[in-house]
């Protein structure tokens, strides 16, 4: 009986070691070594082909990029089930696309999903989805002291290619911790990978260390491997990247026999490109990756493809060559120096990479319709330069409703744009893409992300908490084509007209016939005001928000208040309607003074007075400082953009005239407004934290509320405005909301779909 314990005992052990090296340590025995090596998809110098019913054809990758946040939940939760996966894998193939991109290992709900819907369109005679994969690199590691070479980042990378690998084939368990998903992952969804983005947009200190420290050293900056090899030009952080391509194709090819497309990520911080001296030091453009450095061998049987971030807004870098012609060299000697003037020239010539305009004609900066468009001259260019096929991989533009960046040339910015124009400006996207050659393009992103957060507002916001609310003035947010309104099924309240959803419980505050009522989501503060003449009263709403500061008076608009007020809601038409915040209350100048008031707000004597009773327009930043520092340096350099002007417009999603930006509508005798949280300094609604004084916190910090006071008055009142209390309750983590479908998406849906008529035409 001991003897049998024991064995049974010895055998449980060799079974759960078996078991833990398979599919946890990716040990395994190649039972068949003699076995062809097999790919179904190949490249020549700029198409893609797969390979169908035995034919070899182009494949022209139209895909979409999908991340894995949804309201509530950070990108690391993965908390998306399978349910979610595979409605929205109906939704993707329904627009039009052909492709998925993802950029990190998943938790294993997104590889079931994607394997029962695939398997379920081929039995159904159905063209499934097709799927490329990214290999993600910690961001903290970008941004630490390693280079390129360091083993948290090269060996996690190595490790990470390899558990994909197995992953894809449905031969691995990954744990916890891994900053990856999570899970036992057994479908094998090989068969519709198509290929693999090895990396993320590379920071270009990272690039310029690795490239410094081992310049010289034939061990880091060559490499020859069995799939992939260096050229006599490589950088060592290049080398780097054919070590790590060479060996995720080694190891597939080893253990299951196959190969498919790989390409490395890359964006035009570190493009293969140089640019003026403006553009360089506005820019700080000074690192290069150069993918024709690296090149496949005979042994690689599948394809090669280089794969590029591209935004028509940013980086700018043609705009600012442009605009930086009309300085001499004599001007930018004495804007920057003539010693760093100099050391800009050698920075340049160091890099050892052509300049943009090798591959550029003056007619290639206007498309079709004549219009300048330098985002269709990058993209030729890039396509120029390459001797493999080019993909846009990531392509977009936002419907937040603050903005970031100007497209000066085409107006595809970075915010501040309806649904309707979004999906206008993905069209226009698609077709500078297709126009420049490229093979394949992949729009960013199917869905919105509250977790996100954006350079010119994280000033603004509690960074801890943003999954927690919808913050329509943080543009990267919204760049999705599926969008989540607040509610579990509807929002509470459309600004459309429609009044029947204001009731006698909203009420807030009255006086005579004028009335306020009031309501809220986790996106907005919800307004309805009756009982004046929208042709011919203004409307003024007035806010106390923090008990802090704020003035009893606002000059503005001559307006006495009987509690002290940090905001101004004024309701002068349809084109002249605004928010104004008192000055010491905007965070603008306590952010940014030495940009846009040429002063730093925290000396003495630069602060403005706690009850002050000047009021301000609301202001975002657009830009910091001039392409070139020239002229007065006591002058204000910055440009902003006016946030807290007011749109009229219907906001209701179903209406025919839908203005997805859209903050107001009038209606007989009143108005329906809806105010974006952070628009009122709201840092975390869901915690009701809004800003505490800057200048005794030196910048923002949180102060909690349980409540604002509100009134009304209208234009020409000479009394005292009276205020009332409204109610504030955080809803914490606890957030509604549920699923739309952008006006974008059936805009995308409608050109697509009319490509595949062309080309189902042309085979004809």
Same mark, same amino acid.
């Given at each position: 009986m001991k003897k049998f314990i024991v064995v049974a005992c010895l055998?449980?052990?060799?079974?759960?070691?078996?078991?833990?090296a398979r599919y946890f340590l990716g040990a395994y025995i190649d039972w068949?070594?003699?076995?062809?090596?097999?790919?179904?998809?190949?490249?020549?110098?700029?198409?893609i082909y797969m390979e169908r019913d035995g034919e070899t054809v182009p494949f022209e990758i139209r895909g979409v990029n999908l991340g894995v946040g949804i309201p509530g939940e950070w990108a690391t939760d993965y908390a998306v089930d399978e349910e979610t996966y595979l409605r929205w894998f109906r939704s993707i193939q329904e627009l039009g696309a052909n492709t998925i991109r993802v950029y990190i290992t998943l938790h294993d709900d997104f590889y079931n999903a994607f394997y029962t819907y695939n398997t379920q369109r081929e039995a159904e005679g159905l063209e499934p989805l097709w799927l490329l994969h990214g290999v993600w690199v910690n961001d903290y590691i970008q941004f630490s002291h390693r280079d390129a070479y360091d083993e948290d980042f090269l060996g996690a990378f190595l490790e990470d290619c390899r558990s994909l690998v197995d992953v894809l084939h449905g031969e691995r368990d990954l744990s916890l911790g891994r900053g990856t998903g999570s899970g036992s992952y057994r479908k094998d969804v090989s068969p519709w990978v198509i290929g693999y983005i090895l990396g993320v947009e590379w920071e270009d200190v990272t690039v310029a260390y690795t490239n410094e420290k081992y310049a010289g050293d034939p061990a880091y900056t060559s490499y020859t491997g069995t799939y992939l090899t260096t050229t006599d030009d490589a950088t060592a952080f290049e080398a780097m990247l054919a070590r790590v391509g060479d060996e995720i194709i080694r190891y597939e090819t080893e253990r299951y026999h196959q190969q498919r497309?790989?390409?490395?990520?890359?964006?035009?911080?570190t493009d293969p490109f140089c640019y003026s001296v403006v553009t360089t030091y506005f820019r700080t453009k000074f690192a290069s990756v150069n993918v024709e450095h690296i090149?496949?061998?005979?042994?690689?049987?599948?394809?090669?493809?280089?794969?590029?971030?591209?935004?028509? &807004?940013?980086?700018?870098? =043609?705009?600012?060559?442009?605009? $930086?012609?009309? &300085?001499?060299?004599?001007? =930018?000697?004495?804007?920057?120096? $003539?010693?760093? &003037?100099e050391r800009l020239k050698t920075v340049i010539a160091d890099m050892n990479v052509p300049n943009i305009n090798e591959y550029l004609t003056e007619q290639d900066y206007y498309d079709d319709s004549g219009r300048f468009n330098t985002y269709r001259a990058y993209l030729t260019a890039l396509n120029?330069?390459?001797s493999i096929p080019v993909v846009i991989s990531e392509y977009g533009v936002t419907t937040g409703r603050g903005m970031a960046q100007v497209d000066v040339n085409t107006n595809r910015n970075q915010g501040h744009m309806t649904e309707q124009e979004q999906g206008q400006a993905l069209v226009d996207c698609c077709k500078d893409i297709r126009a420049s050659g490229s093979a394949g393009s992949c729009v960013f992103t199917w869905q919105d992300k509250w977790f996100k957060r954006t350079w010119n507002t994280m000033h603004a916001v509690d960074l801890q908490n943003t999954p927690y609310w919808s913050d329509y003035q943080t543009n990267e947010q919204y760049f999705g084509l599926l969008a989540f309104d607040p509610g579990e099924e509807t929002s509470v309240c459309y600004v459309d007209g429609d009044l029947s959803e204001w009731g006698q419980e909203d009420r807030v505050w009255e006086n005579g016939t004028l009335r306020l009522s009031m309501k809220y989501d986790e996106k907005f503060l919800y307004f309805f005001a009756e009982g004046f003449d929208p042709d011919a009263d203004v409307l003024f709403i007035p806010l106390d928000i923090t008990p802090k500061t704020g003035s009893t008076y606002c000059q503005n608009y001559d307006l006495s208040f009987t509690r002290p007020c940090d905001f101004v809601i004024s309701i002068d038409g349809e084109d002249n309607s605004r928010v104004v915040v008192q000055e010491r209350y905007e965070v603008l100048r306590a952010m940014y003074g030495e940009q846009y008031y040429a002063e730093n707000p925290f000396y003495e004597g630069n602060q403005p007075d706690p009850d002050t009773p000047v009021f301000k327009e609301i202001h975002l930043p657009l830009v910091l400082e001039n392409i070139v520092p020239l002229g007065d340096k006591t002058q204000p350099v910055g440009e902003t953009y006016e946030t807290g002007k007011l749109r009229c417009g219907n906001a209701n999603p179903e209406a025919p005239d839908f203005d997805s930006l859209a903050d107001f509508c009038f209606t007989e005798d009143g108005v329906e407004i809806r105010i974006p949280w952070q628009l009122l300094n709201f840092s975390n609604p869901s915690e009701m934290m809004v800003h505490d004084d800057y200048y005794e916190c030196y910048g923002v910090e949180n102060l909690q509320i349980e409540e604002l006071y509100v009134g009304a008055a209208l234009s020409g009142q000479e009394t005292r405005v009276s205020l009332s209390p409204f109610a504030l309750e955080g809803w914490g983590k606890q957030v509604t909301y549920h699923e739309r479908l952008k006006e974008s998406y059936y805009i995308l849906q409608d050109y697509w779909t009319a490509l595949d008529g062309e080309e189902e035409s042309y085979e004809r």
């Open positions: 055998a449980a052990l060799v079974l759960l070691f078996g078991y833990y068949n070594p003699n076995a062809p090596v097999t790919t179904f998809m190949t490249t020549d110098e700029d198409t497309l790989i390409a490395f990520s890359n964006w035009p911080t090149q496949p061998t005979d042994a690689f049987l599948s394809g090669y493809f280089a794969s590029y971030h591209v935004y028509s &807004y940013f980086p700018d870098y =043609l705009q600012i060559d442009l605009e $930086g012609r009309e &300085y001499t060299e004599e001007m =930018l000697i004495e804007a920057y120096g $003539g010693t760093q &003037y120029r330069f390459h």
